[in-house]
């Protein structure tokens, strides 16, 4: 009976053995070289996001003026489009040689009014692009590796 409990217990101890030595093998052999290769990789991918965020910081520090000077802009056209509703107003009692100009200014009016809405809108599309895309710059403090 020891003779088998013997037998046994070499056999395990042999399997064991084996074992361990094909899992030494392949994180040794194996996969640490695809580990190196892995970490240089993410070195390299982690600078490049550093120039990125180097590279995009002026378009998104220019972008709020922008947005500022199109402000502006809106309620320059605004001040236009009720300049012209008063003109409008003035021009309806003048004679029939002044409908021509009623027509015309009727005309831009609706088109300064179209041009508000599309300023208006575009400006909260913009401001909500620039909300989106601050969330997607990573602060430098939170890189991985800093080299």
Known sequence: MTRF???????FYMTATIVLGVVLYLLVVVWQPLWTL???DFGKISGAIERLDETTKPAAELVPQMLGQMQVMNKQI???????????GSVSDMSLNLQHMDVSMQALDTNMYYMRGI?????????YQMDKMND?????????FNW
């Open 38 to 40: 892995g970490f240089e």
């Open 5 to 11: 409990a013997d037998f046994w217990r070499g056999m």
């Open 119 to 127: 300023m208006g809108q575009q400006m909260g599309i913009m401001n």
């Open 136 to 144: 997607k710059f990573t602060p430098m403090g939170m890189m991985p």
């Open 78 to 88: 605004g001040e236009m489009s009720d300049s012209v509703r008063a003109m409008k």
